[in-house]
């Protein structure tokens, strides 16, 4: 198993850059695939994006395609996000999770594909 930790979120302006952090810990990191969830106040948790165990592939949601990008540094045990111009309706906790199922009848973007989760890390965007 593999134990997740988000950091990174604040309070920012619209406009604003941010990177969150997720460090991983107790397990071998390079084995699992990642990727970052997040889930604003009232809604579903929502998928923005995917790093294969390696990098070498990358998938993201079209709602965030160009201002997001997902990266990992296995010699650090962390995947990273970088969120370039943030809008207001970015606003929502973050999630890291590290990928466990091999079902392929669920896509890569399905929580049921994820077994750990981060604490998450809230991002406020103000108008």
């Known amino acids: 198993q593999v134990q997740l930790v988000e950091s990174g979120g604040g309070l920012v302006q619209a406009g604003d850059s941010l990177r969150l952090s997720c460090a991983a810990s107790?397990?071998?990191?390079?084995?699992?695939?990642m990727a970052w969830f997040r889930q604003a106040p009232g809604k579903e948790r929502e998928f923005l994006a995917t790093?294969?165990?390696?990098?070498?592939?990358?998938y993201y949601a079209d709602s965030v395609k160009g201002r997001l990008t997902i990266s990992r540094d296995n010699t650090k045990n962390t995947v990273y996000l970088q969120m370039n111009t943030l809008k207001p309706e970015d606003t929502a906790i973050y999630y890291c999770a590290a990928r466990t199922s091999t079902d392929i009848r669920e896509t890569l973007t399905s929580t049921r594909r994820y077994s750990f989760w981060g604490q998450g890390t809230q991002v406020t965007v103000s108008s």
């Open positions: 107790g397990s071998t990191f390079s084995s699992y695939g």
């Open positions: 790093i294969s165990r390696t990098g070498s592939t990358t």
